[in-house]
Structure formats: structure tokens, C-alpha cells
């Protein structure tokens, strides 16, 4: 096992190690770490030189600095390329941004609730402080009158705990039958409704924007700040991070729907992100592992066991960073780089796209760097590449088709999560 990669990983030893030795076991294939480690550390070697950096004399502050300024120059060049003549001032980049992603060539569709049906959600238990908020006596009045989006992306930030856990109860009945075919909405949040409600959870988050899975929308959220350098490039990528995001569950959905109980397994979907679909030597794997890799078969090896209920176009899955490279090809220079860091001082500097947008975003020193990106697409990697490997592929089709394993069984120390 790659010492390296369980560092970056931040893994729990011995375990993780036992882990990978048992999927060499299954697989027969020996090695596959270390490839991956080699791989990362020829780009971390390529990456430090296109930066004017010696690679035997350059510490993890000065890589991180480095990276930092490449990214305003980028962000520099993608606000241009989109028509942003401002590249700090939020309120006139938000429209902008939500319009270019709307245009982007990709698939928008998602099986997600109807609108009709969130609406009687509300109509049944009436969300108290949105409605004051809103100077709304009638819950029908509200419903006839606001975004259906805007409102249900408000609750979490306005209404109070006991409320939410009430009202994330009645989706236990939830059935295939309340669910539809439709693109993805992007709403912007208005500063002077919601910005004192959503500003805490921004400062906590270190970004400003949020989605709503089971509706397949993506909130914009007012920023307490009016200038924010780097906000395009990453905003633009949260947006298309999300977009995967919901696309990604509601195919999960999807596949999940002949279960009687359904409901039951959304709710616990939304509320704990309990969307381990499969085990591979003994290791619970989420469904984004699954998705992704499907995702990037060609059409025809599309397993049986998705159909009828999901088509190939459904697990079509693109990385955020590739969408938009597709939009200023001159953001190539971050190609494959989403799983690539390496250790400074006990933790990784990442050279995820994601992970230094926030960084340059929040004007981050390099002791509070984050890295979360970056440990999620390297884990998703590894396992990708292993599942690559026919073996343990068969097992999770087989697991699939066995109305899926309940995933409160397995026991596990490390996994993927959203961000």
C-alpha cells in the first residue's frame, strides 16, 4: 500500500491498508496505488515547473502561493471570456453566471419532486417564519404569489430545527408517482429578503451557494460582501458541481424506486447523504463512485440492471472542471489535477481547482488551506480504478441487481461525501 496516498488521504492506518490489500486480493491486480502515486507525483513535478518553481527547492507555502496567483490570472481571463467587466463585484456576476450555465451544452434533466407536490408539503404544514417574513397571512397566497424554489431554499436558513424535522418527516410518503422529468432550475436569493437568514451559513461554508436535491434546483445565496475576488471562476464551478450533484441523486432515485420503501429512502438520502449503493472488499461505496464510473462508459456496455428506469444518458457524469474548460479552453492548465496534492507541514496543499477557488476566494492563509476536493476525488479515483477491473465491477452490478444492499449493515471508516 502507497504510504503517500494514505497521508493525502488522511486515512485511518492500518485499516485503509487492509482495505486496499483486500481489493488487490479480489482483484488479482497488484499495484494499482502505486501507478496512482506515481501519477501524482509526475504532475505535482510538471505543475511546479509551468510555475517557475524548482521542483527540488520549493516548499508547500511557495506551491500554494503559486497556485493562488495563477488562479487570479485564470479567473482574470474567464471573466472576460464570459462578458464580465468587474471581476469582484458580486451582484452584477451572479445573473451573468447563472445565465452562462443555463446555455452550457450539458444535460440539464433530472427526475426530481414536483412542484405540485412540494407545494402541498407546505400546504400542509405552513412554514410560520418564512410566512411572517413575507407578510403572508394565507399559505395559498404565498404559493400563488413566490418561487416555489426561492421558498423551499429559504426553510432551512429561516425556519427552526423542530419545525424542519417535522416537515423533512412527510417525505416518508413520498412515492415514484410525485416525482418528474424537468431541467434544473438556478435561482438567485434577493439580498434584501434573505441575506441576514443565509449570511452564517456563507461564513460557515466559505461559498454561497446551496441546492435543493429532491427539487433539482440550485440557490444562489446573497453574500454579505459586495466584492469578492475569484467569485466567477468559482462560482461557476459550484454551479456545475451541483448540477452533477442533483443529476447524480436523482438518477439514484431513479434507480431506487421499485423499493416499497422509497420514501423512507429519500428522507434518509437527504438527511445523512445514506447513499452507499455497494461494497467492494468490504469497503461501503457511495453512489457518486458508481455513477462516475458507469457514467464514463460508452452507451452501449450500459448494464441491463439500470433498465428500464435509467438510460445511459441518465449516468452521463462530466467533471465540473471539464465543463467548464469547455467554456476557456485556456483553464486547460487544471486538467486532471482534482486528485493531485502533496503533503506541507501534516496536510496536503491541494491542487484541486475547487479547493484553491475557495482559497483565493476567502483569502485564505496557508495554515487554514483547505483540501476537501481534493481528498474526495482522490478517494473517488482510487476506487474508481479499482472497480475499472472486471472482478469487482460483476460484484457491484450483481449487488445492484439484488434491490440493493442495505447500506446501515456495513461498517466502514472512510467514504465520499458532498460538499
Not at 471573466?79 to 445573473?95: E, L, W
Not at 443565509?198 to 446573497?222: D, Q, W, Y
Not at 436523482?250 to 455497494?278: I, M
Amino acid at each position: 500500500m502507497s504510504r503517500i496516498i494514505s497521508e493525502l488521504l488522511g486515512a485511518n492506518e492500518p485499516l485503509f491498508s487492509l482495505s486496499v490489500k483486500q481489493l488487490e486480493d479480489v482483484t488479482g491486480k497488484q499495484g494499482i496505488d502505486v501507478r496512482l502515486t506515481a501519477e501524482i507525483i509526475g504532475l505535482i513535478q510538471l505543475k511546479t515547473r509551468d510555475l517557475g518553481l524548482d521542483v527540488n527547492d520549493t516548499t508547500g507555502k511557495e506551491l500554494y502561493h503559486a497556485l493562488l496567483s495563477r488562479l487570479k490570472k485564470d479567473d482574470e481571463s474567464f471573466c472576460k471570456m464570459i462578458g464580465v467587466t468587474d471581476s469582484q463585484d458580486v451582484d452584477t456576476i451572479m445573473p451573468l453566471i447563472k445565465k452562462v450555465a443555463e446555455k452550457a451544452k450539458i444535460n440539464h434533466k433530472c427526475w426530481v419532486l414536483k412542484k405540485s407536490v412540494a407545494k402541498e408539503f407546505l400546504r400542509k404544514l405552513p412554514p410560520p417564519n418564512i410566512m411572517k417574513r413575507l407578510n403572508y397571512k394565507s399559505i395559498d397566497s404565498m404559493l400563488k404569489n413566490e418561487n416555489i424554489f426561492e421558498i423551499y431554499g429559504a426553510l432551512r436558513f429561516v425556519e427552526n430545527p423542530m419545525w424542519l424535522k417535522e416537515f423533512n418527516d412527510t417525505y416518508k410518503t413520498l412515492k415514484p408517482s410525485d416525482f418528474e422529468s424537468r431541467d434544473i432550475e438556478i435561482v438567485i436569493m434577493p439580498k434584501n429578503r434573505w441575506g441576514d437568514a443565509t449570511a452564517g451559513f456563507i461564513a460557515k461554508k466559505k461559498h454561497n451557494l446551496t441546492h435543493l436535491k429532491e427539487l433539482g434546483a440550485i440557490i444562489i445565496l446573497p453574500t454579505p460582501q459586495e466584492r469578492i475576488p475569484g467569485v466567477t471562476i468559482f462560482d461557476m464551478l459550484l454551479i456545475f458541481h451541483y448540477i452533477n450533484e442533483i443529476r447524480l441523486y436523482s438518477t439514484y432515485f431513479k434507480l431506487q424506486q421499485v423499493r416499497p420503501d422509497f420514501g423512507k429512502l429519500v428522507v434518509n438520502t437527504l438527511n445523512a447523504d445514506r447513499a452507499e449503493a455497494a461494497v467492494m472488499a468490504g469497503q461501503k461505496i457511495h453512489w457518486r463512485i458508481i455513477n462516475r464510473y458507469f457514467g464514463k462508459l460508452k452507451s452501449e456496455n450500459h448494464p441491463e440492471v439500470f433498465e428500464p428506469h435509467v438510460q445511459p444518458e441518465d449516468l452521463h457524469w462530466r467533471k465540473a472542471e471539464n465543463m467548464l474548460f469547455k467554456i476557456d479552453n485556456s483553464l486547460n492548465w487544471w486538467r486532471d489535477l482534482d486528485y493531485v496534492g502533496v503533503m506541507s507541514e501534516g496536510k496536503p496543499v491541494s491542487l484541486n481547482l475547487m479547493d484553491i477557488a475557495t482559497n483565493y476566494c476567502n483569502n485564505l492563509e496557508f495554515k487554514d488551506r483547505v483540501y476537501f476536493h481534493f481528498r474526495e476525488s482522490l478517494w473517488n479515483e482510487l476506487f474508481e480504478r479499482y472497480m475499472g477491473e472486471k472482478t469487482l465491477e460483476q460484484q457491484v452490478l450483481k449487488q445492484l441487481d439484488n434491490d440493493m444492499i442495505a447500506p446501515e449493515t456495513i461498517q466502514t471508516n472512510i467514504h465520499s461525501r458532498g460538499f
